[in-house]
């Protein structure tokens, strides 16, 4: 998934990418929230990244699963 530069998507919504062949994810800076099972079973995902300057403010109830994950970089921004 690309994102076009400047874009001003708040939040990914609950369930958004569920059971989807997303290989690797770079979240935009301007998401603040995460919804619950966003990622949930993307059995191909190999890594997701925070743009830098991210600032979320909630990942609560965000559940990550795959099969084999190598990355995962979450901002010390997170409050949640």
Known sequence: VTFEAGTRIKKI???TFQ???LKSFVIP???TKLG???FNCCDSLSG???E???CIESVAGM???WTDPS???IPYSATH
């Open 13 to 15: 919504g609950d369930f």
């Open 19 to 21: 059971d989807t062949a």
């Open 29 to 31: 800076k301007s998401v």
């Open 36 to 38: 619950c099972g966003c």
């Open 48 to 50: 997701i990244k925070f």
């Open 52 to 54: 830098e300057g991210t």
């Open 63 to 65: 559940k990550v699963q």
């Open 71 to 73: 990355t995962i970089s």
